[in-house]
C-alpha cells in the first residue's frame, strides 16, 4: 500500500454511513439510480388552474405524497412551524440516521449538523432573486444595497438555519448547527467541505449535511433565466454534453448524508470521503481547474470514474469539461441532472448518494437525455443507453458548479470504496 502524503497522515479517514434522498423518483438513491439505469425521466411543465398557460421550463417534481412526519406529542408540535423545506429535510435525515443505526433518542454532543440551504427554503424566496437580478446594473456597493432594498439586512447574513434546529431534533445531534447559504449545487458540496472541517479538527465525531431544494417560485425561474437561460424541452438531445442541449433542467429534492471520522463510526461505511473543497476564482473555468487540482492532490488517488455536473448549459457543460479533462482525461463521465434537473443547494449531495450506490454496485448509470455527445467538448466519455462497469477498487470524482453565467463558484470531491486498514493495535477498522 503506497504511503500516505505528509500532510494526511495525522488526518482521520472520513466514511459516508448513512445516506437519504428524496427526489422524484421517489424516497431513497436506489431508486433514483435505477431510473437512471433504465432511461427514465421526470421532467413536465406543471398544472395550471384556469386559463394561465404552462410554464416555458419543464421541471422534474416530488410526489410529496410519499413525504411523512414522525409521530409523537413533540413532533406534533414542532409540525405546527414546519414549512415544506422543513418536512423534506426530517425525512432525509431520518433515512441517513436509520441507516446508520442512530435513532435519534439520546443526545449525542460529539454530532453535528451542516444544512445546505438557499433562499427559496424561507421567507426570502421571492426576495433574493429579484435582488441578485437588479444588483448586476446597480452602481452602490453590495452592502449599501442590501441594507437599502431589504428591510432586515440581518435576517440575511444571519445565524443557522431553522432547517437545522429541526434536523437536531431528528438527530439528538447537539454539536455545531451551522449552514452554507447558496443558491446551487456547489452550495452542497461547500456544506459537505464545513463537515470535513469539523471532522478533521477533532470538535465533531459525525456531522449529518442535509440539504433541500424546494419547488422554485415563478420569480425565482424567471431571475435564473434572466441570468442564463434555461433549458425550454425535455427530450432526448436536451440532455448534458449533448451537442443540442440548449439550457439547465429545473428539479428539486432533499439528501443527507451522515458522515463520520472512522475510529468513532456508529454506522457501517458505506464509502469514504477522500476529499472535498469548494474554490471561487475569477472566473468558473479557474475555479474548477483549481478545485479539482486541489482536491485529486488531497484525496492521493487516481479516480475511476467521474460524476460531472453535468448542467445541460452549452456555457458551463463546455467550461467543465475544458477545466476537468485534462485532469482526468479517459474517465467514464455520468450526471444526474438529465434525469431529474437540477435540484440546487442539494444536488451535490444528491451525486455524492448516487455515487455511493454506483460503487456498491460496480456500475455507473447513463446520462439521461444524452443523444450525441457533443464533438466540441474533446475526449468526454459519456456513459450512454446502459450502465457501464467499473473496475476493481473504483473511485469517482464529484464536481459541482454554482448556476448562472455570473456565478463562479466551484466544488469537487473524491469517494472511494469503504476499505479496512489496519490501527497502531493491529485491529481492522473499516
Not at 1 to 26: C, F, K, N, Y
Not at 128 to 155: G, M, N, T, W
Not at 316 to 323: G, K, Y
Not at 366 to 382: A, F, S
Request: hydrophobic share 45%; glycine share 12%.
Amino acid at each position: 500500500m503506497a504511503s500516505e502524503p505528509a500532510g494526511r497522515q495525522d488526518r482521520p479517514d472520513i466514511v459516508v454511513t448513512g445516506l437519504g434522498v428524496i427526489s422524484p423518483a421517489g424516497i431513497g438513491a436506489v431508486p433514483l439510480w435505477e431510473a437512471m439505469a433504465a432511461g427514465k425521466t421526470f421532467f413536465d411543465t406543471g398544472g395550471h388552474d384556469g386559463p394561465a398557460p404552462a410554464l416555458p421550463w419543464p421541471s422534474a417534481s416530488v410526489d410529496t405524497t410519499e413525504i411523512t412526519w414522525p409521530a409523537g406529542r413533540d413532533w406534533a408540535n414542532a409540525g405546527k412551524y414546519a414549512n415544506q423545506s422543513a418536512r423534506w429535510a426530517v425525512a432525509v435525515a431520518l433515512q441517513a440516521l436509520g441507516q446508520a443505526g442512530i435513532d435519534g433518542d439520546t443526545e449525542d454532543v460529539r454530532g453535528g449538523t451542516v444544512m445546505a440551504v438557499g433562499s427559496s427554503s424561507d421567507e426570502l424566496s421571492d426576495v433574493i432573486p429579484q435582488l441578485a437580478s437588479r444588483f448586476r446594473h446597480d452602481r452602490r456597493p453590495l452592502a449599501k444595497f442590501l441594507h437599502d432594498e431589504v428591510p432586515d439586512y440581518s435576517y440575511i447574513r444571519g445565524i443557522p438555519s431553522q432547517l437545522g434546529q429541526f434536523v437536531s431534533m431528528a438527530s439528538g445531534f447537539r454539536g455545531s448547527n451551522v449552514a452554507a447559504y447558496g443558491e446551487a449545487a456547489a452550495g452542497g458540496a461547500g456544506a459537505l467541505a464545513l463537515a470535513v472541517r469539523l471532522l478533521e479538527s477533532g470538535e465533531l465525531d459525525r456531522v449529518l449535511v442535509v440539504g433541500v431544494a424546494p419547488p422554485l417560485t415563478i420569480t425565482a425561474m424567471a431571475a435564473f433565466d434572466q441570468d442564463e437561460p434555461l433549458g425550454t424541452r425535455a427530450t432526448a438531445g436536451a440532455g448534458p454534453f449533448d451537442a443540442e442541449r440548449s439550457g439547465t433542467l429545473l428539479g428539486q429534492g432533499a439528501a443527507a448524508v451522515l458522515l463520520e471520522r472512522a475510529e468513532a463510526a456508529r454506522g457501517t461505511a458505506l464509502a469514504r470521503l477522500a476529499g472535498c473543497e469548494v474554490l471561487v476564482a475569477a472566473d468558473v473555468m479557474a475555479s474548477a481547474e483549481q478545485v479539482v487540482g486541489a482536491v485529486l492532490a488531497d484525496a492521493d488517488t487516481t479516480p475511476t470514474a467521474w460524476w460531472a455536473h453535468g448542467a445541460g448549459s452549452a456555457r458551463l457543460d463546455t467550461a467543465e469539461t475544458r477545466a476537468v479533462l485534462p485532469r482526468v482525461d479517459g474517465l467514464p463521465v455520468t450526471g444526474s441532472k438529465g434525469t431529474i434537473g437540477n435540484a440546487f443547494e442539494c444536488s451535490a449531495l444528491i451525486d455524492t448518494a448516487l455515487v455511493v450506490e454506483s460503487l456498491a454496485r460496480g456500475e455507473l448509470p447513463p446520462v439521461g437525455l444524452l443523444r450525441r455527445p457533443d464533438p466540441g467538448l474533446g475526449g468526454l466519455d459519456p456513459v450512454m443507453g446502459e450502465a457501464r462497469p467499473l473496475g476493481p477498487a473504483p473511485s469517482a470524482l464529484v464536481t459541482a458548479f454554482n448556476q448562472g453565467r455570473h456565478s463562479t463558484a466551484a466544488g469537487a470531491l473524491v469517494i472511494t470504496t469503504a476499505h479496512e486498514d489496519s490501527t497502531d493495535d493491529g485491529k481492522a477498522r473499516t
